[in-house]
């Protein structure tokens, strides 16, 4: 049984920071490229960042950029997301999914083409 499973997240001020993990087991993710989304209360579940398998090719989204980053250590099947000057519109569970092989950068921010997904983990950033 694949299973994804997320760490790290918590309260934080504003402006500061916090590294979600998100740990593979069960089966081989050769392959999966790797993604983070977030939904906040009454939202829609909104892309955050995704990393091809190789780690080469990242995308991240505009709410995001130049404060998020994500990436991967696919020795120990783990994908990480460093979120920094976080604002309170951050506050969202941060949910981290798998989908198998090479997706464009457009593919990466549909959740439907994701194959697994983790449980979440919440983060609250207070103003």
């Known amino acids: 049984q694949a299973q994804l499973a997320e760490s790290g997240g918590g309260l934080v001020q504003a402006g500061g920071s916090l590294r979600l993990s998100c740990a593979a087991s069960?089966?081989?993710?050769?392959?999966?490229?790797m993604g983070w989304f977030r939904r906040a209360p009454e939202k829609e579940r909104e892309f955050v960042a995704a990393?091809?398998?190789?780690?080469?090719?990242?995308h991240h989204a505009d709410s995001v950029k130049g404060r998020f980053t994500i990436s991967r250590d696919n020795a120990k099947n783990t994908v990480f997301l460093q979120m920094n000057s976080l604002k309170p519109e951050d506050t969202a569970v941060y949910y981290c999914a798998a989908m198998y092989g090479r997706p464009t950068a457009q593919d990466m921010g549909v959740p439907k083409d994701y194959d697994y997904w983790g449980q979440g983990t919440q983060v609250t950033v207070s103003s």
């Open positions: 069960g089966r081989a993710f050769n392959g999966y490229a």
């Open positions: 990393i091809s398998w190789s780690g080469g090719r990242t």
